[in-house]
Structures are given as structure tokens and as C-alpha cells.
């Protein structure tokens, strides 16, 4: 079951969006990024200059690809 069909079977509407991840987190490798991607059903990833915590470490950068999904919806 993927996370669009439960959000979307469910009333709650799916917005055009991208998973976020640190360009230099060494646990995401681009195989492992690509399946969390497509877990999602996102459009595509926001590689952001940051490792593991992005919240942590790129707290504006990821405000900003917020403002630029959020403007596509």
C-alpha cells in the first residue's frame, strides 16, 4: 500500500510534492533514496546541503523548497 492511495482514499487531498534529503548523508545512497521516493509517490527529491538532520542543519533551505512545493499546489 503506498502513502498516496491511503491519503487520497481517505478524503485528504495529495499535493505535488518532493522528498527531502541531505545531499551528504551517508545512510541515503541514491538507490536508497530513488525507493523512498517512490515509496512516497513524490515527484521527484530536494537534494538539500545538509547530512542526516536536515531540520538541524538546513532549517532555511527546507523552508524554502516548502514555499516552492506549496506553490505548485
Do not use: T
Not at 487531498?13 to 533514496?33: C, F, H, I, K, T
Not at 515509496?39 to 531540520?55: I, S
Amino acid at each position: 500500500m503506498s502513502w498516496p492511495s491511503v491519503v487520497g482514499g481517505g478524503g485528504v487531498p495529495v499535493v505535488p510534492g518532493a522528498s527531502g534529503v541531505g545531499a551528504q548523508d551517508r545512510m541515503l545512497d541514491r538507490e536508497r533514496r530513488a525507493s523512498v521516493v517512490s515509496a512516497l509517490g513524490a515527484d521527484g527529491e530536494l537534494l538539500l546541503p545538509a547530512k542526516h538532520y536536515l531540520q538541524e542543519d538546513q532549517a532555511p533551505a527546507i523552508a524554502g523548497a516548502v514555499k516552492r512545493i506549496a506553490a505548485l499546489a
